[in-house]
T-cell receptor, first 113, second 113 residues
Framework: KQEVTQIPAALSVPEGENLVLNCSFTDSAIYNLQWFRQDPGKGLTSLLL?????REQTSGRLNASLDKSSGRSTLYIAASQPGDSATYLC????????????FGKGTKLTVNP | NAGVTQTPKFRILKIGQSMTLQCTQDMNHNYMYWYRQDPGMGLKLIYY???????DKGEVPNGYNVSRSTTEDFPLRLELAAPSQTSVYFCASSYHQGGYEQYFGPGTRLTVT
């Protein structure tokens, strides 16, 4: 059974700092990995999608890497801003697993001005 | 495109009542999903559908029913609501299998008292 773990559960940083969020998964047979952002009381916004054959994806100040063999992904946020404050969720689709996303519990990020 | 839309946004039910959560997508996606998100627990799959007329159970289907009469709509039915069904419900869709990106609706916050 696929399990996804995100560390840390919460992170508080000063504005301008570069930071890394971690995600690990137990079954390396995945189709892809997605990083989402969730603002309080809101839905999920997809940030980056990394296919299993890819090593990284970039969007603006965000860079996500994938090491499928070790079951790890990182989300790097450069020059953090208060507007980046949200919960970040990592999720994977496992091959042969009904196409469902298996989610981690998220990392709650607070960027202080 | 409106993407994935959900109604209602909020609802309070009494124990034993029934209701239907509506989900519509206008992206002509084949796959649709219902997830629930409990505080601090991540999202779990309730039901999913790979196309009109085809549905299947996810991880936590008990107490719910679904139907998929059209490509666009995927309603979730709660029968005999219980306090354990208090949660935030998200509908999502994706184009096809093989790990395509999933797009999420804004969610329905349900309280059962």
């Amino acid at each position: 059974k696929q399990e996804v773990t995100q560390i840390p559960a919460a992170l508080s940083v000063p504005e301008g700092e570069n930071l890394v969020l971690n995600c690990s998964f137990t079954d390396s047979a995945i189709y892809n990995l997605q990083w989402f952002r969730q603002d309080p009381g809101k839905g999920l916004t997809s940030l980056l999608l990394i296919q299993s054959s890819q090593r990284e994806q970039t969007s603006g100040r965000l860079n996500a890497s994938l090491d499928k063999s070790s079951g790890r992904s990182t989300l790097y946020i450069a020059a953090s801003q208060p507007g980046d404050s949200a919960t970040y969720l990592c999720a994977v689709i496992t091959q042969g697993g009904s196409e469902k996303l298996v989610f981690g519990k998220g990392t709650k990020l607070t960027v202080n001005p | 495109n409106a993407g994935v839309t959900q109604t209602p946004k909020f609802r309070i039910l009494k124990i034993g009542q029934s209701m239907t959560l509506q989900c519509t997508q206008d992206m002509n996606h084949n796959y649709m999903y219902w997830y629930r998100q409990d505080p601090g627990m991540g999202l779990k799959l309730i039901y999913y559908s790979v196309g009109a007329g085809i549905t299947d159970k996810g991880e936590v289907p008990n107490g719910y029913n679904v139907s998929r009469s059209t490509t666009e709509d995927f309603p979730l039915r709660l029968e005999l609501a219980a306090p354990s069904q208090t949660s935030v419900y998200f509908c999502a869709s994706s184009y096809h299998q093989g790990g395509y990106e999933q797009y999420f609706g804004p969610g329905t916050r349900l309280t059962v008292t």
